[in-house]
């Protein structure tokens, strides 16, 4: 706290000599006025933002992590969309107002909650509930578009009517809507946002966090939909039976999507701005197999599409994407059987457990895969049937990715399954070195051993069996034989003495 109270001392400092410089010098130049209503002299936010510069960045505090730009934005992110890996950080948890960027919110809640083709009437307080004179599509109380049209207005035009009429039709109500908004953004895991109001309008309890905006924007940029809205530039309502205006054409304000500037790799963005909140940029961008959230926070125009840009830059020039089954060899025990299946029955020699091939993570060029921590975890293991344990990898205490340690697919369908237990000493985690050294260990039942165990076994008892029924069966025969042969003699006796009988007969 009195850290970050002594920077904000030394930005008004600056600010305030910028600001006299520029009285006793002239009028201070910029590039581009910037886009506000106020009457505040927009010399003095540029004095801001100019100061804003030194204020601290995290990321950059990061022992051998890649230097990131200063820009004169309050706060800012780029974010791994995939893996969550946070790039650059500058007051990514400082509670910022979002402006027009919760739209981004309010068409995530919208599309997962109704049909393209729903029809979206506009009742009165959705028309007139807005400001004089902020964003909006001109549709008038009573008329209707299909709810395709509706986000289309939202994410090209920034049409702050529209959220309201969506919210009511999907809610109830807008209170009802922005409290879905609220319930979502922490199912995604947000910790410091409170939305207010379904369109960005200013409130001092609506705000959001750097790194809370950007985890709703790789929600919002992993569904295809939203992307392509949000990437478009122009877009035509045309006129129907419940829309009677044929001339709604909506065009984007966002110069990255005007390609004004124009970016290789560029997906989307919604752009916001409020007297208070300043300007707002949420841009999205995929290349070299990474996909990069940028958000930008309380910045003067045209400078949130520039700091964009030179984030962008900074993300894909000095980061690279590492599938993790290429390159981890310390969960891999060398010349054994417990982790393939070289001495099979079934003469199957591939592996009975993998790490997932898909699997990466995002880590800077300036450090190796060798100067990573990992450890186990043995979490979503519970919750699947495949999943034995997860390796989630680390520098330097910042998150990098994870990967699955699966069941091979080869050997899914076989009857038999291995056993896995682990033991960690203090937690349900298991650093990587350890099982190295063997402080903590993993016991691997090998399925194949005892297999051949059991059929060993099986043979023995059949041996065993045979030998004592040909032991009794033989036994049994002698007795059986010298019975016969008493029986023989005694007839022949009875025979003999028959004949003797017979003969005394005959003399009579």
């Known amino acids: 706290m009195f ?43 540029y004095a801001l933002a100019e100061a804003r510069k030194s204020l601290p960045i995290q990321s ?18 780029l974010m791994e969309a995939n893996t969550g890996t946070i790039l650059y950080a500058k007051n990514i948890d400082e509670k910022l107002y979002p402006a027009s960027t919760t739209k981004i919110l309010t068409s995530l809640v ?31 109380e009573g008329q209707s578009i299909p709810m395709e049209q509706a986000l289309y207005g939202i994410l090209v035009y920034s049409a702050n009517e529209v959220c309201n009429a969506v919210a009511e039709h999907i809610a109830g109500s807008m209170d009802a809507y922005v409290e879905m908004m609220n319930q979502k953004a922490a199912e995604l895991g947000c910790t410091n946002s409170h939305f207010v109001t379904t369109n960005g309008l200013h409130d001092e309890n609506h705000y959001t966090t750097p790194r809370d905006l950007a985890t709703i924007a790789c929600a919002f940029f992993s569904n295809p939909t939203l992307s392509k809205m949000s990437g478009t530039a122009y877009y035509h309502v045309p006129q129907s039976p419940t829309q009677p205006d044929d001339d709604v054409d909506l065009y984007t304000h966002n110069l990255l999507t005007k390609k004004t500037y124009d970016y290789d790799g560029y997906v989307g963005g919604k ?20 996909k990069l959230i940028c958000v930008i926070m309380k910045e003067e125009s045209p400078n949130q ?32 059987t417990l982790f393939n299946s070289n001495n099979d029955i079934f003469f199957n020699s591939d592996p009975i457990i993998e790490i997932d091939p898909d699997a990466y993570i995002i880590m800077p060029n300036t450090v190796s895969f060798a100067d990573l921590s990992s450890s186990l975890n043995y979490d979503d293991a519970q919750d699947s049937s495949s999943v034995l344990t997860t390796i989630a990898y680390e520098y330097q205490d910042v998150p990098l990715g994870f990967a699955n340690v699966t069941i091979s697919s080869s ?40 297999v051949i165990g059991l059929v060993i076994a099986f043979v023995l008892v059949l041996l065993i069996f045979g030998i004592v029924s040909f032991i009794r069966n033989y036994s049994f025969s002698s007795r059986r034989r010298r019975g016969s042969t008493i029986k023989v003699k005694q007839t022949k006796k009875r025979r003999r003495k028959g004949h003797r009988n017979d003969r005394f007969h005959d003399s009579w």
């Not at 600056?14 to 927009?42: F, K, N, R, Y």
């Not at 902020?134 to 549709?139: E, H, I, Q």
């Not at 752009?271 to 990474?290: H, I, K, N, P």
């Not at 682990?422 to 063997?438: I, K, L, R, V, W």
Request: aromatic share 8%.
């Open 411 to 450: 050997s899914a369908g076989d009857d038999f399954s291995s056993e896995m237990e682990g033991t960690a000493s203090n937690s349900d985690t298991q650093d990587a070195s350890d099982t190295e050294e063997g402080s903590d260990s993993i016991l691997f039942i090998n399925v194949i051993h005892v």
């Open 305 to 336: 599409f520039l700091d964009t840009i030179a984030l962008f830059d900074y993300g894909f020039n000095n980061f690279q994407k590492v599938t993790i089954a290429d390159q981890e060899t310390g969960y891999t025990v060398q010349e054994s």
């Open 271 to 290: 752009t916001g701005f409020t007297s208070v909140a300043r300007q707002t940029l949420v841009s999205c961008a995929e290349r070299d197999g990474m």
């Open 110 to 140: 919208a599309i997962e909650n109704s049909d393209l083709d729903e029809m979206v009437t506009f009742s009165h307080d959705a028309v007139f509930s807005i400001e004089k004179g902020s964003s909006n599509m001109g549709m008038d």
């Open 3 to 45: 850290h970050r109270s002594i920077h904000r001392f030394f930005s008004a400092f600056m600010a305030a000599a910028v600001i006299i410089t520029g009285t006793l010098s002239g009028p201070l130049t910029v590039s581009a006025e910037p886009d506000s209503t106020d009457q505040i002299a927009s010399n003095d936010y």
């Open 60 to 77: 950059n505090e990061i022992a051998n992590w890649p230097q990131g730009p200063q820009i004169g934005a309050e706060g800012a992110i």
